[in-house]
């Protein structure tokens, strides 16, 4: 079993910043892929950002050049570092991980979601 726990969310003004995190715990042979994804209400989920376990990342138009998501691989856990952030950055945030729990079986798990709110 494993399980992804976020912390970061919360209450802040435009222009401000906030800095989630996700450390992934539990059957862990190998964790790869780690992301962040967010879902504003009466929105579809959408891709913020992704990272590899080699560093290799990507990023949602909307939020390139001020978003930053990093890893650390002993920990097991993703960062995001948030700067920047405008009113419609307001949205729920769920960190998603993927990867090996044994070597013959997979996962791909999602947080339980932290909530952003930028007041404008």
């Known amino acids: 079993q494993v399980q992804l726990v976020e912390s970061g969310g919360g209450l802040v003004q435009s222009g401000g910043s906030l800095r989630l995190s996700c450390a992934a715990s539990g059957s862990l042979f190998s964790v790869n892929n780690m992301g962040w994804y967010r879902q504003a209400p009466g929105k579809q989920r959408e891709l913020v950002a992704t990272v590899t376990r080699g560093g290799s990342t990507e990023y949602a138009d909307s939020v390139k050049g001020r978003f930053t998501i990093s890893r650390d691989n002993a920990k097991n856990t993703v960062y995001l570092q948030m700067n920047s952030l405008k009113a419609e950055d307001t949205a729920v945030y769920y960190c998603?991980?993927?990867?090996?729990?044994?070597?013959?079986?997979?996962?791909?798990?999602w947080g339980q979601g932290t909530q952003v709110t930028v007041s404008s």
């Open positions: 998603r991980a993927g990867g090996l729990a044994t070597l013959l079986r997979t996962f791909d798990v």
